[in-house]
């Protein structure tokens, strides 16, 4: 639909084309709707619809994702995560621990990396692991010690929900909602995810095309979403060097084809803490829109991703490293 246009408008499309027996159905915002067309024997005729009151472009599509690309937002957009705006010309930097262990150690991280001009923490509540034996998160008491942490810091909440049972709890603290990397193609739970309310910040997972990270992100959008973040992690590759493949090539590729903003975890791309503050500028470098870094007070006794954790003073050299990058390419943060 043009710019401006109404629901109702929108409405007499769908109905055009629900009577050709077409499904129809409106999506996007208030801001900018469209209507989806789609099922049928035959494709639609433009010609049926071009003409009608508040129609601005029939685009064909064959590609699995509308709402995620630059066709439906040719700007970039900017998604607002309690009042933080991500993308842009900004450059943000969220970090905290991988999980959530113990208030001492939340509130020390938190502080510390407030101070460095911070103004979203990550921390895992429920985590995600390989073996059953492994620490699992501290799952609701987490979400109670990141609820205390942002009364008393003021600091905006990123942590992951793992399933739609808990998302209601994680929602009402989180003010950006994780979808990590195992979950990319969780359908179900991208669908509850998009209608909850909040902002999602969608990992890619290890084994994803773009093509499929974006039409994950169209799953969220779909369900409408106010605000989807992609976030580079790493992919599965054959060295010994690195636990991932940072797949930074992917950044310029997502500008061409989205206009999400997209942050790079150098955290769990390299699982390892001397590659975090290179692969950070390089990520700024190639176009992020900002990081996702694990910091721990104490990060040889972390129970969980400690070899990739930064400490409190790597954090400071970190932000005193990026800043020349970001500042080289015009960008602020
Ligand atoms: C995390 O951010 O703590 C995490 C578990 O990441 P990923 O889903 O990318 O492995
Ligand atoms: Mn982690």
């Given at each position: 639909?043009?710019?401006?246009?109404?629901?109702?408008?929108?409405?007499?499309?769908?109905?055009?084309?629900?009577?050709?027996?077409?499904?129809?159905?409106?999506?996007?915002?208030?801001?900018?709707?469209?209507?989806?067309?789609?099922?049928?024997?035959?494709?639609?005729?433009?010609?049926?619809?071009?003409?009608?009151?508040?129609?601005?472009?029939?685009?064909?599509?064959?590609?699995?994702?509308?709402?995620?690309?630059?066709?439906?937002?040719?700007?970039?957009?900017?998604?607002?995560?309690?009042?933080?705006?991500?993308?842009?010309?900004?450059?943000?930097?969220?970090?905290?621990?991988?999980?959530?262990?113990?208030?001492?150690?939340l509130f020390a991280v938190a502080e510390r990396v407030q101070k460095?001009?911070v103004?979203?923490l990550?921390?895992?509540?429920?985590?995600?692991?390989?073996?059953?034996?492994?620490?699992?998160?501290?799952?609701?008491?987490?979400?109670?010690?990141?609820?205390?942490v942002?009364?008393s810091t003021?600091l905006?909440?990123?942590?992951?929900?793992?399933?739609?049972?808990?998302?209601?709890?994680?929602?009402?603290?989180?003010?950006?909602?994780?979808?990590?990397?195992?979950?990319?193609?969780?359908?179900?739970?991208?669908?509850?995810?998009?209608?909850?309310?909040?902002?999602?910040?969608?990992?890619?997972?290890?084994?994803?095309?773009?093509?499929?990270?974006?039409?994950?992100?169209?799953?969220?959008?779909?369900?409408?979403?106010?605000?989807?973040?992609?976030?580079?992690?790493?992919?599965?590759?054959?060295?010994?060097?690195?636990?991932?493949?940072?797949?930074?090539?992917?950044?310029?590729?997502?500008?061409?084809?989205?206009?999400?903003?997209?942050?790079?975890?150098?955290?769990?791309?390299?699982?390892?803490?001397?590659?975090?503050?290179?692969?950070?500028?390089?990520?700024?470098?190639?176009?992020?829109?900002?990081?996702?870094?694990?910091?721990?007070n104490?990060?040889?006794?972390?129970?969980?991703?400690?070899?990739?954790?930064?400490?409190l003073?790597?954090?400071?050299?970190?932000?005193?490293?990026?800043?020349?990058?970001?500042?080289?390419?015009?960008?602020?943060?």
């Amino acid at each position: 639909m043009a710019e401006g246009a109404s629901r109702e408008q929108a409405e007499r499309v769908a109905a055009i084309a629900r009577g050709q027996r077409f499904h129809a159905e409106i999506v996007g915002n208030d801001s900018r709707l469209a209507v989806a067309i789609t099922g049928g024997a035959a494709k639609p005729a433009p010609q049926a619809f071009n003409m009608l009151p508040g129609v601005g472009r029939v685009v064909t599509q064959s590609s699995p994702y509308f709402l995620a690309s630059r066709l439906y937002s040719p700007e970039d957009v900017i998604v607002d995560v309690g009042g933080i705006p991500i993308g842009g010309n900004n450059v943000v930097t969220i970090a905290g621990p991988c999980a959530v262990e113990s208030e001492e150690q939340l509130f020390a991280v938190a502080e510390r990396v407030q101070k460095r001009g911070v103004s979203i923490l990550r921390a895992g509540a429920w985590k995600l692991r390989t073996s059953p034996w492994s620490f699992q998160g501290l799952e609701s008491k987490a979400l109670d010690l990141l609820a205390e942490v942002k009364r008393s810091t003021g600091l905006k909440i990123v942590t992951e929900v793992v399933s739609e049972t808990t998302l209601g709890i994680v929602a009402e603290v989180a003010d950006l909602v994780q979808i990590g990397a195992r979950n990319m193609k969780n359908y179900p739970l991208l669908k509850a995810v998009g209608g909850c309310g909040r902002p999602a910040l969608l990992k890619r997972g290890p084994d994803a095309l773009l093509s499929e990270l974006l039409s994950s992100a169209e799953y969220l959008l779909a369900a409408g979403s106010p605000g989807v973040i992609l976030c580079e992690r790493g992919v599965s590759g054959f060295g010994d060097h690195a636990r991932n493949t940072l797949d930074l090539a992917v950044v310029p590729a997502v500008k061409k084809r989205s206009p999400l903003p997209i942050l790079v975890d150098p955290s769990h791309g390299t699982g390892n803490r001397d590659m975090v503050l290179p692969l950070s500028r390089a990520a700024i470098a190639v176009g992020a829109d900002g990081l996702l870094v694990e910091v721990h007070n104490r990060p040889e006794e972390a129970l969980s991703d400690g070899p990739q954790a930064l400490s409190l003073d790597d954090f400071d050299r970190l932000m005193d490293g990026v800043a020349p990058i970001t500042a080289a390419i015009g960008r602020s943060s």
